[in-house]
């Protein structure tokens, strides 16, 4: 019986992306997934900040009604009190995740997707390595 001549070594699989979509791609989604669980919290930190804003133009010459009407309707203070509020007005999607959610993917799946994932590459390539000078050399 003929020797079977040895198979060819196997090649590594071949990569669908080059290292550089691969890795705006790990930055964005990583990004995104992250940023949508904290939506939220910025939710809640904008809600604040408007109401603060809404308490600070409150002028002394309006300052009578609005302290008449701010009994009847007062809002919530705290964030918790700001988060049973939204919840229990929109519920938990429409009060809570959704507001500012399509915004946010967006700026995280380009903007940091980009700075971030797009660092190793750009580095690689913008950066020469340095060659060590040799004795006499200018």
């Known amino acids: 019986m003929p020797a079977v001549p040895p198979a060819p070594p196997a090649s590594p699989p071949r990569a669908l992306l080059p290292p550089w979509q691969r890795e705006w791609l790990a930055a ?3 990004c995104t997934i992250a940023d949508a ?3 939220p919290l910025e939710v809640l930190k904008v809600r604040r900040q408007m109401l603060a804003r809404r308490a600070s133009s409150t002028t ?3 300052a009578a009604a609005a302290a008449a009407t ?3 309707t ?3 203070t705290g964030t918790l009190a700001l988060a049973r509020d939204a919840i229990k007005s929109r519920g938990l999607a429409n009060g809570l ?3 500012g959610l399509e915004a946010t993917c967006y700026r995280a799946f380009s903007y940091t997707g980009f700075r971030i994932g797009m660092y190793p590459s750009g580095a690689s390539h913008a950066l020469v390595p340095i060659r060590p000078r040799r004795r006499g050399e200018r």
């Open 37 to 39: 669980m904290f939506n």
């Open 60 to 62: 002394a010459s309006n």
């Open 74 to 76: 007062a809002p919530p």
């Open 97 to 99: 995740w959704l507001p």
């Open 28 to 30: 964005s989604m990583g």
């Open 70 to 72: 701010a009994s009847a």
